[in-house]
Nanobody, 118 residues
Framework: QVQLVESGGGLVRAGGSLRLSCAAS????????MGWFRQAPGKEREFVAF???????TYADSVKGRFTISRDSAKNTVDLQMNSLRPEDTAIYYC????????????WGQGAQVTVSS
């Protein structure tokens, strides 16, 4: 089992920044992928970004150039730095974990609310 706990959500004005953090604990496989997803009211959950075990980040087009994902494998944490936030970024953001090579993410956090006002 792997437990994921997000922190750092909140309310910010458009153009502002927020940083989300996710701490993983439990039976963590060394070679893992950690990602961020989000779900806005009335919409499907969507991919935001993921970072490989080697630290390489991949982003959704909608956040590319504005968001940066990073990880500290020694501490089992992953952060999402969100800059130039827009009202359409408003959503619950979820941290997710899977072993490298797994098709689906295996564990999810409880979510952190991010609200961007116009």
């Amino acid at each position: 089992q792997v437990q994921l706990v997000e922190s750092g959500g909140g309310l910010v004005r458009a153009g502002g920044s927020l940083r989300l953090s996710c701490a993983a604990s439990g039976s963590i496989f060394r070679f893992n992928t950690m990602g961020w997803f989000r779900q806005a009211p009335g919409k499907e959950r969507e991919f935001v970004a993921f970072v490989s075990w080697s630290g390489v980040g991949t982003y959704a087009d909608s956040v590319k150039g504005r968001f940066t994902i990073s990880r500290d494998s020694a501490k089992n944490t992953v952060d999402l730095q969100m800059n130039s936030l827009r009202p359409e970024d408003t959503a619950i953001y979820y941290c997710a974990y899977k072993r490298t090579g797994a098709v689906e993410y295996e564990y999810w956090g409880q979510g952190a609310q991010v609200t961007v006002s116009s």
